[in-house]
């Protein structure tokens, strides 16, 4: 099955400054990479997400981009803020979405002030 | 538009017993999942309904067991609780089939805390 690896385990940037946070994943039939904030005591919340026919998406300061070669895909949090800490997941889903999501670990960002 | 709904938030249960958990999705999301969270395995997928019928199972035990009904609501069953079974139970909804096909929108879920 699926496997996802998630990097780092925690991030601290100070405020203003931008954040990176990288996943890999095993399966290349996967087709489907969303990324979720989940604050705590809440459920996960999708931020935003990709298909394998695209390279890069973005939303205000939030942005993904994937490599299909390398099978890797990252996320770009920019001009952070408070209130982006918060512990981020990302995610790949199989060809045809037969099985679920797979997660990887997670990251706890930290946003120093 | 209303959220995943989830009850009850929090659940006490004793090793050996079982349990019910409810989960209202997003009007109009006719797929529900079920996911649980553990701090050392993180979010595992259990299953996924749709229309009523289960369409893919992760690697549970069948311990583990759900159902849909007609309006689309869901319930997860958990029997003879262990007490590795603690964790938060996570319940998403998503207009299509498969977890690939839309986005999933999750419940704030409950947290189960077996004893």
């Known amino acids: 099955g699926e496997n996802v690896e998630q990097h780092p385990s925690t991030l601290s940037v100070q405020e203003g400054d931008s954040a990176v946070i990288k996943c890999t994943y095993s399966d290349s039939a996967s087709n489907y990479f969303p990324w979720y904030k989940q604050e705590l005591g809440k459920g996960p919340q999708l931020i935003i997400d990709?298909?394998?026919?695209?390279g890069e998406k973005k939303d205000q300061r939030i942005a993904v981009t994937l490599n299909k070669t390398a099978k890797h895909f990252s996320l770009h949090i920019t001009e952070t803020q408070p209130e982006d800490s918060a512990v981020y997941f990302c995610?790949?889903?199989?060809?045809?979405?037969?099985?679920?999501?797979?997660f990887g670990k997670g990251t706890h960002l930290i946003i120093q002030p | 538009k209303a959220g995943v709904t989830q009850t009850p938030r929090y659940l006490i249960k004793t090793r050996g017993q079982q349990v019910t958990l409810s989960c209202s999705p997003i009007s109009g999301h006719r797929s529900v999942s079920w996911y649980q969270q553990t701090p050392g395995q993180g979010l595992q997928f259990l299953f996924e309904?749709?229309?009523?019928?289960?369409?893919n199972k992760g690697n549970f035990p069948g311990r583990f067991s759900g159902r849909q009904f007609s309006n689309s609501r869901s319930e997860m069953n958990v029997s003879t609780l262990e007490l590795g079974d603690s964790a938060l139970y996570l319940c998403?909804?998503?207009?299509?089939?498969?977890?690939?096909?839309?986005?999933?929108?999750f419940g704030n879920g409950t947290r189960l805390t077996v004893t």
């Open positions: 309904y749709f229309s009523e019928t289960q369409r």
């Open positions: 990709i298909r394998s026919n695209v």
């Open positions: 995610a790949a889903s199989g060809g045809g979405g037969a099985d679920g999501l797979t």
């Open positions: 998403a909804s998503s207009l299509g089939r498969g977890q690939g096909s839309s986005p999933l929108h």
